[in-house]
């Protein structure tokens, strides 16, 4: 991930070693938005894929041909799956989310936990109207909920079930989107670059508040699952400059 497309936040001559960023696919049998004829100018698509190749070279346009994608793999076994509905998605309850981590609250998280099991969703949604070609993350109210959930459990992104695409399937929830049908699931850039930045600042201050082996490699691991390198000048300069979760 040498090559820098995007470049969030600093002066660009000062960002380069700090972040890096290439665009990966979304293999279009997520089902999540409805599929588009062409990609809108000046939007990223990401993968869900697990990739520990870090193969990330792919075209940034849809005119260029792309390498086939893998789809996610299944669940991780053992994982927490967290089951919503429609009366629960409505009511923006988080109790099915307490009731099956077993989280009573963020500050009652033992994160070792979480990091070898991890954490999934099940959506049992029913549309009001059956003709409806929306997917789950283009419901405004799916995604409220989720606003909720994040707003209250804002490291949650890294005990999710990355392997299975749980990751990119969250992201899509928070971050601006639309569809490709060559390249799957294609997010607004500057709203993918605030996202992930956002939660390497807290997922790393939490892991390591949490006493978290290798917080660094853990950050970078999530950000590199969104198509983001972050190097350790950027984990440097947050170390300098120290402050507590609220």
Request: include cysteine.
């Amino acid at each position: 991930m040498a090559d820098t497309c995007i470049k969030p936040f600093l002066p660009l001559s000062s960002l380069s070693p700090l972040i890096s960023c290439k665009p990966i696919s979304l293999p279009s049998s997520c089902n999540f938005p409805n599929f588009s004829p062409t990609r809108p100018r000046g939007l990223v698509s990401v993968s869900v894929a697990f990739n520990p190749s870090g193969n990330f070279d792919i075209p940034m346009f849809e005119e260029e041909e792309s390498p086939q994608v893998k789809p996610p793999l299944p669940p991780t076994e053992g994982r927490f799956d967290v089951v919503i509905d429609n009366d629960v998605i409505r009511r923006l309850d988080l109790s099915p989310f307490h009731s099956s981590t077993g989280m009573a609250s963020p500050l009652s998280v033992e994160p070792k936990d979480f990091l070898e099991r991890t954490i999934g969703f099940t959506i049992n949604y029913t549309k009001e109207d059956p003709y409806d070609m929306r997917e789950l993350s283009e419901y405004p109210d799916i995604r409220l909920w989720f606003v909720r959930l994040d707003s209250t459990y804002p490291w949650l992104p890294v005990l999710l079930d990355w392997r299975a695409g749980e990751l990119a399937r969250y992201a899509a929830m928070l971050v601006p989107h639309q569809m490709s049908a060559r390249m799957g699931v294609v997010f607004n850039p500057e709203a993918l670059e605030l996202f992930v930045m956002k939660k390497v600042f807290i997922v790393y201050l939490w892991l390591k508040e949490q006493n978290v082996p290798k917080p660094r490699l853990k950050t970078c691991d999530m950000a590199r699952m969104l198509g983001f390198g972050i190097g350790d000048e950027l984990f440097d300069l947050i170390d300098d400059n120290p402050h507590s979760l609220p």
